[in-house]
């Protein structure tokens, strides 16, 4: 596979800390941006990961059809793809259908944004090493993924109870 052109850090910039960045490659209604990075960072916060650079492209089904046939030889639309670009320090991107991720949220009833951090963490599992080609690797994941998710929201629901403006009358 090659490097991807686009979002690659170059080979002579070195990654300290965390970047993590959301693209929308597609015409997707606003997306919940901070709540995409939050998500990675969970996974990369659980999983010990300090120097990382991880782009999330949230882009439509016609794209991910394509990059699926260009680099895996599938001809479908899938809900998430990540490339690992580099271990060390960790760099890769992942790519999500937000397409699929909409008929997914609806048949597994919940949000779309629940559902765009459940394959953000999802993708970011697979760039520190986690597979599901097993079932055994898929139960593994599906736990650490679940928890990850659990977190995130838990997280985003508490800040939004906290913004919300409070009245001074007794």
């Keep these: 596979m090659e490097r991807s052109e686009r979002f690659v850090v170059p080979e002579d910039v070195a990654i300290v800390g965390r970047v993590i960045v959301v693209e ?5 209604p ?6 995409i990075e939050r998500a990675v960072a969970a996974a990369l916060d659980g999983e010990a990961i300090a120097d990382a650079r991880v782009t999330v492209v949230v882009c439509d089904d016609e794209t991910i059809r394509a990059i699926n046939a260009q680099f895996l030889d599938h001809d479908w639309a899938t809900d998430v793809i990540t490339f690992p670009l580099a271990e060390a320090p960790l760099e890769g991107e992942i790519y999500i259908s937000v397409d699929t991720a909409r008929r997914q949220a609806a048949e597994y009833g919940v949000s779309l944004r629940n559902e765009l951090v459940r394959l953000a963490v999802h993708g970011t599992l697979h760039l520190v090493g986690y597979n599901d080609t097993t079932e055994a690797e898929r139960s593994q994941m599906h736990r650490v993924q679940e928890r990850y998710v659990e977190l995130v929201l838990r997280s985003a629901r508490t800040a939004k109870r906290m913004r919300r403006p409070r009245s001074s009358a007794g």
Excluded at 24 to 28: Q, Y
Excluded at 30 to 35: D, G, H, I, N
């Design 30 to 35: 606003r997306l919940p941006k901070r709540t």
């Design 24 to 28: 929308r490659a597609c015409d997707a």
